[in-house]
């Protein structure tokens, strides 16, 4: 079963503006990671946010998670062409006591138009 | 440092024929992931391997698919017979520790 639900499922926004990705879930978690994945390609990590964290930047993103809402958001700062790809958010934690695993959303596909 | 490797990276079968993927985890990484990705849709977790041990298989349809991991390197997933509904991208991932997971370029498998 997919554990994060983002929103919107696309977005579509002109060169310059900023995007904004929203991630719900609904079990505990350990961290909440984002991937992006461009078309045909593997997933690649952006950022990950640990359950006791409220906000992190990495360059031009900017995460945030609100774990008494089980809800988390990636902002995409003046966006470029290039950011064209599927963003998923993924929950990271604990089953059976030690194994560690991701649970994936169904993403967001972000189309920057030039 | 070398990427998670995937072959092939195209795969065009019939239903029922036999399909089989190859994986090469990033040196190091003692964990390893496969997922299927179905069009629109994120990753889902088929078989999560420590070393040579499988740890969670708990999604994978074993009346048809099959996965192993030799010497707790290299790994291949195997589909015997195929399905229409397998027809999808399936991921290789892997780690030295719980966290990021590195991901190959994936296989996209096709059933006719």
């Known amino acids: 079963s997919q554990q994060g639900e983002e929103d919107p499922q696309a977005l579509s926004i002109q060169e310059g503006e900023n995007a904004t990705m929203n991630c719900s879930y609904k079990t505990s978690i350990n961290n909440l990671q984002w991937y992006r994945q461009n078309s045909g390609r593997g997933l690649v990590h952006l950022i990950l946010?640990?359950?006791?964290?409220r906000e992190k930047h990495s360059g031009r993103l900017r995460v945030t998670l609100d774990t008494s809402k089980k809800s988390s958001s990636l902002l995409i700062t003046a966006s470029r062409a290039a950011d064209t790809a599927s963003y998923f958010c993924?929950?990271?934690?604990?089953?059976?006591?030690?194994?560690?695993?991701?649970?994936f959303g169904k993403g967001t596909l972000l189309t920057v138009n030039p | 440092e070398a990427g998670v490797a995937q072959s092939p990276r195209y795969k065009i079968i019939e239903k029922r024929q036999s399909v089989a993927f190859w994986c090469n985890p990033i040196?190091?990484?003692?964990?390893l992931y496969w997922y299927q990705q179905i069009l629109g849709q994120g990753p889902k977790l088929l078989i999560q391997?420590?070393?040579?041990?499988?740890?969670?298989d708990s999604q994978l349809p074993k009346d048809r698919f099959s996965a192993e991991r030799l010497k707790g390197v290299d790994s291949t997933l195997k589909i015997q017979p195929a399905k229409l509904e397998d027809s999808a991208v399936y991921l290789c991932?892997?780690?030295?520790?719980?966290?990021?997971?590195?991901f190959g370029a994936g296989t996209r498998l096709s059933v006719l």
């Open positions: 946010i640990r359950s006791n964290e």
């Open positions: 991932a892997s780690t030295p520790r719980p966290g990021i997971q590195y």
């Open positions: 040196s190091g990484h003692a964990t």
């Open positions: 993924a929950t990271g934690g604990y089953s059976g006591g030690s194994n560690y695993k991701l649970t």
């Open positions: 391997f420590q070393n040579n041990g499988v740890v969670d």
